[in-house]
């Protein structure tokens, strides 16, 4: 399988050192053999048809900041059009910056490689946030894939759970926490009574936290990810700007305290009933399955016969996305034999 | 809002069209579909074909009507100002649409993408003139072709089917900010294009299918279709004298009425309409003053009355086959669908005797004897069917209205009218609609029979 990768940062050199590292562990077990044929950054790009040097562009992008210094093939400027339908390749993995706004530029790279007949495997939930329904269409369309698994839950597989686990097995509602950044900080509220700005800057040194927090604290987030379950698990043909969105950023000391005292804690919750769909901070009972703590994620599935089945894990990381990644990729060489 | 070929037929009617834009411009934020000038489309149909044969003399006198037909009105609608660029324009078309039509007699050969590709110059050359008149009222346009629009299909040329959700992310992305500018888009209808580019046309309900897509995905207040009749009517005017205007009916009626004939939206044009629950008003362009018909997902009853109108669909003829052997033999009815389906005729009503000895079927005058034809070749023989008989001189009415689903005697009513006046019923639709009663009649008693229908429901008089 020939792969184009778009974005090299934290995610996607997290890909290129698993695809490095397992490499005879993948051909063994799935008879799956990736060559990444480009790597682009905001910077730059480097090519080549039979394969990149993973281990040697790692060394580059870490030395000089992006892979346009890649010896050999390489661009001095990023220009993706080129890269999607000017490269030999089956897939085009796409793991640029979420953008909420307008998708771009992984709206534009998505359906670029989809009108050009390549598979994708996206972790940027940007472009489905805004446009699931379109890209769904156009990939059904173009008979190409559209996988999408890191972007929910990273690693842990809340999407395939509900459409692969449970069917046969009406889905009344979805809810969760779906964002381990203002879990994180939520959970330091509550614990160490911490401010709000004090929790956040906590989180931004583990590492947790963005320089720029916006789309966790926000909710833009968690409401990409409710987007795209509602559309993927119930079906329904939604995009962000129709979701009610409250995020944390407002929130006091005091709100928790008082949910404390009756053995509740605040949580962002996601929310998909019927009729709504809702981002917004809710006081949960602590002993509720989904009221978990620190950066973890939970995302309870309320069906028909079964009451609420919850699902925990974490639900980010590089190397987590990145797993998801190689999963959505086996997942594509199976079927395809590519 | 669309303006159809009739309404943009010439310089004066263009002229008009864009006064009526600019008459509700100032409280409405308007998107502008333009369709083909006149019978364009037609003639693009032709040329074609002529150029394909390679008979060019009649090709390139039917290719320079068009050329002329789009300059004069250029020159015509255009204020001075706006007229050298749109002339360039136009021009830039003519010679494109010329050399396009060189490659089809060239190569003695129009597939399906090339014949697309030609026919989407009636509404590239008219949407440009219509943005330009509009620009020389003093408003803000921007002519865009569907493409430019962001409406993209499939790969069925002729008939291609929208990709609806991307089209709709599209038009949003691309529509929005010339809106927030106040400027007003034009856009051709009728066409579309692959996800790669080439041009498609939409087929079937052609540019209405544009301004509904368009309604669609900008959720617009209203969907308004600017045609030549005041809207949809009662019945037909020269038949019943007090026929009137609907001023509402649903999308379920709308449907039974452009079915039976009505002029109306193709049901594939209004379905993204419908879906979205976005209103569609028919209205004349040579009367903006007119509110014309709404057709909206609003059951509304007709001042208490359940019948809403009444249509007759004219040169049908009636095809009976008849055999004893057809009694309890399974399969018979599909034995004689199969037969009509294989040599093409559209089969518009059907009724089958309560001894089974019969089914007889309504098709179009122009089909009868291909359908006898081919009834005979397939069935007689086989014990089954002993007789294939015709009759040439039919009509249906059809009445239609939401109400009468729930409410008895209907039915009673409308053949009782007829009954009274000695109308003979020849045959009732077997199966018909929540939303309508059909039945056929003599071709000659069919306007009696709408006639004392319309009496009957009180169809005139005012709700
Ligand atoms: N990190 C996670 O735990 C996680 C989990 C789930 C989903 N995701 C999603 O995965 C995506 C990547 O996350 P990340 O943490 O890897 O982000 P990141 O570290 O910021 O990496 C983004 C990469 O995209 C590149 N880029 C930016 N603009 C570009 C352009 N116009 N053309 C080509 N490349 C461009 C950047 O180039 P430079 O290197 O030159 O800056 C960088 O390499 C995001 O959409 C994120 O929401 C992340």
């Known amino acids: ?338 | 809002m669309k303006f159809g070929g009739s309404s943009l037929a010439n310089a004066a009617k263009i002229r008009n069209a864009a006064r009526v834009v600019e008459r509700f411009s100032p409280e409405n934020r308007i998107v502008v579909v333009a369709s083909a000038m006149d019978d364009t489309t037609d003639r693009l149909v032709e040329l074609g074909e002529l150029a394909r044969r390679g008979e060019s003399a009649r090709a390139s006198k039917i290719l320079s009507r068009i050329q002329k037909l789009h300059t004069k009105t250029a020159q015509a609608t255009s204020s001075r100002k706006e007229s050298k660029e749109l002339l360039d324009r136009i021009d830039r078309l003519n010679k494109e649409l010329e050399k396009t039509v060189q490659g089809i007699s060239h190569l003695r050969e129009l597939t399906p993408r090339s014949r697309d590709y030609l026919l989407s110059f009636g509404e590239r050359l008219s949407t440009p003139i219509l943005a330009a008149a509009i620009r020389s009222l003093g408003l803000k346009t921007q002519a865009l072709t569907g493409a430019e629009a962001g409406i993209s299909s499939d790969e069925r040329f002729g008939e291609a089917n929208p990709l609806a959700e991307v089209s709709y992310h599209e038009m949003r992305r691309r529509l929005d900010p010339i809106l927030a500018r106040n400027e007003i888009p034009v856009v051709t209808g009728f066409i579309a294009a692959t996800v790669e580019g080439s041009i498609t046309t939409l087929g079937r309900g052609g540019s209405d299918y544009t301004a509904s897509l368009l309604g669609a995905a900008l959720n617009t207040n209203e969907i308004w279709i600017w045609t030549d009749v005041d809207g949809l009517m009662t019945a037909d005017p020269k038949i019943v004298k007090d026929a009137r205007v609907l001023a509402k009916v649903s999308f379920g009626e709308a449907l039974e009425l452009s079915y039976f004939g009505a002029k109306m939206m193709h049901p594939r044009a209004m379905q993204p309409a419908a879906q979205r629950k976005i209103p569609v008003r028919i209205r004349n362009s040579s009367k903006p003053s007119l509110e014309g018909t709404l057709v909206s997902s609003a059951e509304t009853p007709n001042g208490g009355r359940v019948v809403k109108a009444v249509s007759i669909i004219r040169s049908v003829g009636i095809v009976t086959v008849s055999g004893t052997g057809m009694i309890g033999s399974p399969g018979a009815a599909a034995k004689v669908f199969t037969a009509l389906g294989s040599s093409n005729v559209n089969v518009m009503m059907i009724s089958q005797g309560s001894s089974e000895a019969t089914i007889s079927c309504v098709v179009a005058r122009k089909d009868v004897d291909n359908a006898v034809r081919a009834l005979q070749l397939a069935l007689l023989g086989q014990g089954l069917v002993d007789n294939v008989v015709a009759e040439r001189d039919a009509c249906i009415i059809a009445v239609v209205g939401s109400g009468m689903k729930g409410t008895p005697g209907v039915a009673a009513r409308i053949f009782g009218a007829v009954a009274r006046k000695k109308i003979n019923v020849r045959i009732v639709a077997q199966g018909s609609s929540e939303y309508n009663v059909s039945f056929v009649v003599s071709e000659r008693e069919g306007p009696e029979a709408v006639r004392v229908i319309h009496d009957e429901f009180q169809l005139g008089r005012k709700p």
């Open chain 1, 1 to 338: 399988m020939r792969i184009v990768l778009i974005g090299f940062g934290t995610v996607g050199q997290s890909l290129a050192r698993i695809l490095t590292n397992d490499r005879d562990w993948l051909v063994k077990n799935y008879g799956f053999e990736p060559q990444v044929t480009a790597i682009a950054d905001s910077r730059g790009s480097c090519r080549d048809d039979n394969g990149l040097k993973l281990d040697l562009a790692l060394k580059v992008k870490e030395k000089y900041g992006s892979v346009q210094k890649y010896p050999g093939n390489s661009e001095r400027k990023t220009n993706t059009h080129q890269i999607i339908s000017g490269t030999e390749a089956e897939v085009v993995i796409e793991t640029t910056p979420s953008n909420f706004e307008n998708g771009e530029p992984g709206l534009s790279n998505i359906k670029e490689s989809l009108s050009a007949r390549r598979h994708v495997v996206t972790a940027n939930k940007g472009p489905l946030a805004l446009a699931m329904p379109a890209l769904l269409e156009l990939a059904n369309h173009t008979r190409m894939q559209l996988r999408f698994s890191a972007t929910v839950g990273a690693g842990t597989p809340f999407l395939n759970f509900a459409s692969k686990c449970l069917p046969g097995e009406k889905i009344l509602g979805i809810h969760g926490i779906l964002n381990g950044t203002t879990n994180y900080i939520l959970t330091r509220m509550d614990e160490a009574s911490l401010s709000y700005q004090k929790a956040l800057a906590e989180a931004q040194e583990k590492g947790y936290a963005e320089k720029n927090p916006d789309n966790d604290v926000k909710g833009l987030d968690t409401a990409a990810k409710i987007v795209i379950i509602a559309n993927w698990v119930l079906k329904r043909r939604i995009s962000i700007n129709e979701l009610e969105i409250t995020g944390i950023q407002n929130l006091g000391p005091k709100r928790i305290l008082t949910a404390k005292k009756s053995g509740a804690r605040i949580k962002l919750m996601g929310r998909l009933t019927d009729s709504r769909a809702t981002v917004k901070p809710e006081e949960v009972p602590a002993d509720n399955p989904v009221c978990v703590p620190g950066n973890l994620n939970a995302v309870a599935f309320s069906t028909e016969h079964i009451g609420d089945v919850t699902l925990i894990g974490r639900g980010a990381g590089g190397e987590e996305t990145a797993s998801a990644i190689i999963r959505d990729l086996v997942d594509i060489r199976s079927e395809y034999s590519i």
